[in-house]
């Protein structure tokens, strides 16, 4: 692949971005044939729920991707519906090695959720990390307000604080995750909370007039605008300190959220940002890029040709493109399979190197 290169804080010019849906029935492929040559360890995904009592009992759920043992070699992998070459198997047990390891927390797009992505997780899982992907409270797929799509954002990155806390202190994924080692992923509004919870900040004045915005549209019925807040402080302190690199996929909406200069150049870890440089939903000079030509210590991929904000789904079967054709169907020459392969290998390099992975 051809890569443009930045020569601006030595930034490198590439690739990545979203995924999709749900969990259901096993496919004939055994075990033995879903080990990828390349990857050491099939992956088990398991989800998982808790309830924040701190926070008015609110239930938040994720799902885990690990290095998994399944129960036997004839076992088959999971088949998610609308999507293809996923190797995961629901339940495995979580290999047992004594070794503790790397965290990386992902946090889904706008109204998505995290299954969306399940090709990066097993990407970074078959090679030994734990990877928890998010349904953000009230903003994903099968549960989302207005209140928590567009007005309290800032629960993304407190919720992701939330997810590392509970999984550090449970009895049973505690012992084998590495504490020191936590990075953060995301892609569109999540690849902005990336940059968020990694000490970018907003601007007060513009994120209130963000909320503000949304508050006084007259376009959305004023039953569900009454309640919507105009206080911006939730917003200005959702930097975690655990947290040691950030990648963050085709973030937006940097300049309509309140992140300028000032706020990027707060930046505290290592960040790696990667788009497709014809991303119609979180253009590349608006978001991308002038996250990069700010934020310290960051290197900015973007992908050449046509490749567009949805690269970053689940490749997608026949069922897959007749029904979500927007977010499945890449623009001729395009290969996702391809990018995803290049955006898994640069994802891996990244958090191995910032995260100080042996």
């Not at 047990?93 to 390891?101: A, F, H, L, M, T």
């Not at 004045?205 to 919507?228: E, F, T, V």
Request: charged share 20%.
């Amino acid at each position: 692949m051809q890569v443009s290169l930045l020569t601006r804080r030595g930034l490198i010019r590439a690739a990545i971005a979203i995924l999709l849906c749900c969990v259901g029935t096993c496919s004939t492929m055994t075990f033995a044939h879903a080990i990828q040559p390349d990857a050491p360890y099939p992956v088990g995904m398991k989800q998982i729920e808790y309830v924040d009592r701190a926070q008015g009992n609110r239930r938040l759920a994720l799902t885990l991707f690990y290095p998994a043992v399944p129960q036997n070699s004839s076992a088959t992998p999971l088949h998610m519906p609308f999507f293809t070459n996923l190797h995961l198997y629901r339940d495995a047990d979580i290999v047992s090695d004594g070794v503790k390891r790397p965290l990386v927390m992902f946090s889904h797009g706008h109204g998505s959720n995290g299954l969306y992505y399940a090709w990066f997780a097993e990407f970074l899982a078959s090679r030994g990390y734990i990877v928890a992907t998010l349904y953000h409270y009230r903003a994903n797929t099968y549960d989302s307000t207005i209140m928590y799509t567009r007005s309290k954002l800032w629960q993304r990155p407190l919720d992701i604080s939330k997810d590392i806390t509970f999984l550090l202190n449970d009895k049973v994924w505690g012992p084998h995750i590495d504490r020191d080692r936590i990075g953060v992923a995301g892609h569109s509004q999540g690849g902005f909370t990336s940059l968020w919870i990694g000490g970018a900040m907003v601007n007060q004045d513009k994120y209130l007039g963000y909320l503000r915005r949304w508050k006084n549209d007259p376009l959305i019925p004023a039953s569900l605008r009454k309640d919507l807040p105009l206080d911006a402080r939730p917003a200005l302190n959702v930097y975690d300190s655990r947290v040691k690199a950030v990648l963050a996929m085709a973030p937006g909406d940097l300049p309509g959220f309140g992140m300028d200069k000032a706020g990027l150049e707060q930046l505290k870890v290592p960040a790696y940002i990667i788009v497709g440089a014809r991303d119609t939903q979180a253009p590349p000079k608006e978001n991308a890029e002038f996250a990069a030509r700010y934020a310290p210590h960051t290197q900015l991929d973007v992908m050449p040709g046509p490749v567009d904000h949805e690269i970053f789904v689940n490749e997608c079967d026949q069922d897959g493109r007749d029904t979500w054709p927007e977010a499945c169907i890449d623009a001729p020459g395009v290969d996702r399979a391809k990018l995803h392969d290049y955006i898994g290998n640069a994802a891996l390099k990244f958090f191995d190197t910032a995260l100080n992975v042996p």
